[in-house]
């Protein structure tokens, strides 16, 4: 089976016109998000030419609409797992070499110190709109940690912001994951929403509507501040 880090390499950046589609190619190319990437029917042909096996769930998508996007998740400068979602509709898959390791979370300040506090959210769209308010930020890409992503998280400090969507569901998860973390010892704070999930926030700028945009960021940038009191 090809790896992960070679699929990257066979894969295309997200073009002006390709930030047209959604707010995940938006972002990838408003952004600069190097990990937001275009796997396209072409690049199967090409890894396929090659001898390489496929992940199936890859050959499907992009054989049925032409191509797909990829955001791929880095850990030591090594390609580790990577997002898969259909460019026409919400259908998406992650492919992975061994642990769900939270996304991101390869992504932090370079000075990063044991003990800063982590922002963790839901999605992928929430991590990366709110890692252009702060920069150590993970998402779990499910609906709760599971108890590898603790670990992980607890090898890098005992102090957690917990930025879960704000529906029904995001808030049980809040009060679940937050209970288990305190058990473990961490020290947990809140990021409230406002009125708006992160991800949903990106739709604005998408729009046109920069200055909105600016300004739920900077509310976030300010929550998140706040919390370091």
């Known amino acids: 089976m090809i790896k992960i880090d070679e699929l990257f390499q066979n894969t295309e950046i997200i073009s002006e016109e390709d930030s047209k589609i959604n707010k995940y190619t938006f972002m990838g190319y408003y952004f600069k998000l190097n990990n937001y990437r275009i796997f396209t029917y072409n690049n199967l ?24 996007l990829c955001v791929f998740n880095k850990i030591n400068e090594k390609h580790v797992q990577v997002f898969c ?6 259908n998406f898959f992650s492919i992975k ?18 003990g800063m506090p982590i922002v ?3 999605g992928i769209a929430d991590r990366d709109l709110l890692a252009h308010c702060y ?20 090898s890098l400090t005992n ?27 961490f020290s ?6 406002i009125d708006k999930d992160a991800g949903d926030v990106v739709e604005y700028a ?12 900077q509310r976030y940038k300010s929550f998140i501040n706040s919390c370091f009191i």
């Not at 890894?47 to 054989?63: A, C, H, N, Q």
């Not at 029904?168 to 973390?181: I, M, V």
């Not at 998408?206 to 960021?217: A, N, P, S, V």
């Open 45 to 68: 042909v090409h890894i396929l030419d090659k001898g390489y096996e496929v992940f199936p769930p890859l050959i499907s998508m992009t054989r049925q609409e032409g191509r797909c």
């Open 85 to 90: 979602r259909s460019l026409n509709d919400h």
């Open 97 to 114: 070499e061994n642990l769900f390791f939270p996304y991101g979370i390869g992504m932090f300040q370079k000075d990063f110190k044991y």
């Open 120 to 122: 963790i959210c839901e």
């Open 135 to 154: 920069p150590n930020v993970i998402a779990v890409a499910n609906k709760r940690l599971n108890p590898f992503q603790v670990v992980c998280v607890k």
């Open 159 to 185: 102090n957690v912001i917990l930025a879960y969507d704000s529906d029904k569901t995001g808030q049980n998860s809040f009060y679940k994951d937050s209970e288990k973390l305190k058990k473990d010892g």
């Open 188 to 193: 947990v704070k809140l990021l409230k929403h």
């Open 206 to 217: 998408r729009k046109g509507d920069i200055m909105k945009f600016e300004l739920y960021c």
